[in-house]
């Protein structure tokens, strides 16, 4: 029954989709076997798997037959946060569980990969020579010397061979990490030199936007300033010959050799994660074999509802956790889609075009991809065969009201939208996708299963229906086991509990409504929060952005020492756009009207480009400490923005400020 209070959802599953969601088999098989409730569908599920969290986890495990070699003794023998212990005692692999599929003689010449380039024609890998891909190449890694632990680290763009050398290396026990092979040598540096890799595998170079980019000089760099490096392995993507003192791919992945699983420990590495690392070095999240299988085996078979018929297309680099998470596909049986290349090559509707030759059932994309599709007036239900497209997920930053509106308008009325919300510390999503519920404009679905989302105020109190702190009360088997080089565990503490001892403090500013769905609102430590009202920078963005003369726009709110409160709006225009006196006043009007006067711009200031990291996140904190008069170099690490150059701006700005 829809309440008074609750809006009418913009899409809401038939009883079919209903019935043949495998959430929903889940939850019946979970009733008769663990005592899950058997009805009020997904909102009572929810509560059972936070309130017996043990036993949810137990019943994921049972459900998705994970292959224990040696078996558990405690599902949670500690519930701390940092520190808690799962499945002690067990011992188990996830390449296995990845490969598992290629076990089934009548899948085996299936596709386990599709490769998609900026040809958009798919090319196959199937089960049968995945697995034996892996089985060559993990050989060889031992052969090399690589044990248990070891560090594997890859600069290398979205192809197989990164998805072959990051399962054999998990089938060795060795601990896998990679960069797209767009970032800087010195950005790259900033994270491998951190852990110290005993292999790096490369490629000579990228296509992207119809042309090449040859990398052979960063790799040159790389391998004179990482002295941990045993063996370079080449990948000849541009189809140049090995450099002196590397192997080549195609020798290490000839042989016909059975893949051999290392048995390691639940929470055992399995590969680092770098955040954004804007200040400081990056943090190196370490996150665990166990953790991460059990955690994308829920999300992907659960909440994405993903089995071995799908087709599972997402757009990403090898350099955000979003790979991780599309690699994870594997482990549901489903066909993965690997596009390298450029989202917007050679027009626009690239992705739609890439989704139509794939048959992708599950299509997952960027909020600002959408957006972009939407100001150019894409119409991908009419121009592209979508029937295969199930579901139109979105994350790095939250979905605008008009997005939901133009997904449902342009693409299909009958499809479920899923703006999801994670981070690259679980390597998971906290609030999203649930292919039973309704769709509301604006909303993210509900909190995941096993993940208890709430939005608390300073004082820890849980908020409903207003803005409060993204708060994770219980343990996630995929939050990090450590950061690499923390050797007390402060710098782990620092950046998650130090607000709220004992709960996991995420940094977004979220509203959990009274319907259970999730609004986000932004990052609260970049939070507008004006004469007492807050609000997500996100949320003036979205507003505007609508405008047509702004491309794309930065806002940083500064508490000054006087009590006062200075908000500029930085905008980058589009061509043939003049911030005049008229674009200035629309721009007040439309943020006045639609979201507050209270946050109104004091001043509307043109740039030639908007700072992003590497991973295509706004800066906003490293701006907003340069404003305040922080130098440049403490402000901001230069390895991981994408375009340093734009930054002496704001410096410059800021000490003006403070002088004046």
């Not at 290349?341 to 909020?367: C, F, H, M, N, V």
Request: hydrophobic share 40%; with cysteine; proline share 7%.
């Amino acid at each position: 029954m829809t309440s008074a209070s609750t809006p009418q959802p913009l899409w809401s599953p038939g009883p079919d989709r209903i019935a043949a969601a495998r959430i929903t088999a889940f939850q019946a098989w979970a009733a008769e076997r663990f005592g899950a409730p058997a009805d009020g569908g997904y909102p009572a599920l929810h509560r059972w798997s936070v309130d017996e969290l043990d036993t949810f986890w137990q019943a994921v495990a049972e459900w998705f037959d994970v292959r224990f070699t040696t078996p558990y003794e405690s599902v949670l023998a500690d519930r701390a946060m940092p520190g808690a212990r799962w499945f002690t005692g067990a011992t188990l692999n996830y390449a296995e569980h990845a490969l598992r599929a290629a076990e089934d003689p009548a899948r085996a010449d299936e596709a386990a990969l599709l490769h998609v380039d900026e040809t958009h024609e798919a090319v196959p890998v199937t089960w049968a020579e995945l697995r034996r891909q892996v089985g060559a190449l993990s050989a060889e890694l031992r052969a090399l010397g690589v044990r248990p632990g070891d560090r594997v680290s890859g600069y290398l763009p979205n192809i197989p061979e990164a998805v072959t050398a990051l399962l054999a290396t998990a089938a060795v026990g060795a601990v896998w990490t990679s960069c797209a092979p767009d970032f800087g040598a010195r950005s790259v540096l900033d994270r491998f030199q951190q852990v110290e890799p005993v292999v790096l595998f490369t490629v000579d170079g990228y296509r992207y936007g119809g042309k090449e980019h040859d990398r052979r000089d960063t790799v040159a760099e790389l391998r004179a300033e990482l002295p941990s490096l045993r063996a370079v392995v080449h990948i000849p993507l541009l189809g140049t010959d090995a450099p002196e003192g590397t192997l080549a791919w195609s020798e290490l992945t000839a042989a016909a050799t059975e893949p051999v699983f290392e048995a390691v420990p639940f929470d055992h590495p399995l590969w680092v994660l770098y955040s954004s690392g804007t200040t400081g070095l990056p943090k190196a999240i370490v996150q665990s074999q166990g953790g991460i299988l059990l955690e994308h085996l829920k999300q992907l078979g659960l909440h994405c509802d993903l089995g071995p018929e799908d087709r599972f297309f997402w757009y990403t680099s090898t350099g955000w956790m979003m790979w991780n998470f599309l690699v994870s596909g594997l482990l549901t049986g489903t066909t993965v889609v690997l596009y390298d290349g450029s989202p917007g090559y050679p027009d626009t509707g690239a992705q739609w075009r890439i989704a139509e030759r794939t048959k992708a059932t599950l299509y997952g994309t960027s909020a600002a991809y959408v957006m972009a599709c939407r100001k150019a007036e894409i119409h991908p239900g009419r121009d592209f065969d979508l029937s295969s497209v199930k579901c139109v997920a979105t994350t790095g930053s939250p979905l605008p009201p008009d997005g939901f509106r133009w997904l449902h308008d342009e693409v299909a009325e009958d499809l479920w939208i899923a703006s999801v919300s994670g981070g690259t510390d679980v390597c998971s999503c906290f609030a999203g996708a649930v292919p039973t519920l309704p769709v509301h404009i604006g909303e993210l679905q509900a909190a995941c299963l096993g993940t208890d989302l709430q939005a608390w105020d300073p004082s820890g109190k849980p908020l409903v229906g207003e803005v409060g702190e993204l708060v994770v009360t219980n343990p996630m088997p995929s939050m990090p086991i450590h950061f690499w080089n923390d050797p007390d565990g402060s710098r782990y503490r620092d950046s998650y509990f130090e607000m709220f001892p004992g709960a996991w403090r995420h940094g977004d500013w979220i509203t959990i409504t009274d319907h259970g769905s999730v609004v986000i609102h932004g990052r609260s430590d970049s939070t507008l929060n004006r004469q007492g009202v807050r609000m997500g920078s996100a949320d003036i963005y979205e507003a505007v952005e609508r405008l047509p003369e702004i491309k794309e726009s930065l806002v940083i709110g500064l508490e000054e020492p006087n009590g006062g409160y200075w908000m500029p709006l930085f905008v980058h225009l589009a061509p043939g756009a003049t911030l005049d006196d008229d674009l200035r006043a629309r721009v007040k009007t439309t943020i006045r009207e639609q979201l507050s006067p209270r946050h109104v711009p004091d001043e509307i200031i043109e740039v030639p480009a908007i700072p992003h990291t590497l991973t295509g996140k706004r800066i906003e904190v490293p701006v907003k400490r340069l404003l305040q008069g922080t130098p440049l170099a403490k402000a901001v690490n230069a390895g991981s923005v994408d375009n340093l150059d734009l930054l002496p701006f704001y410096e410059e700005l800021g000490r003006t400020r403070a002088q004046g």
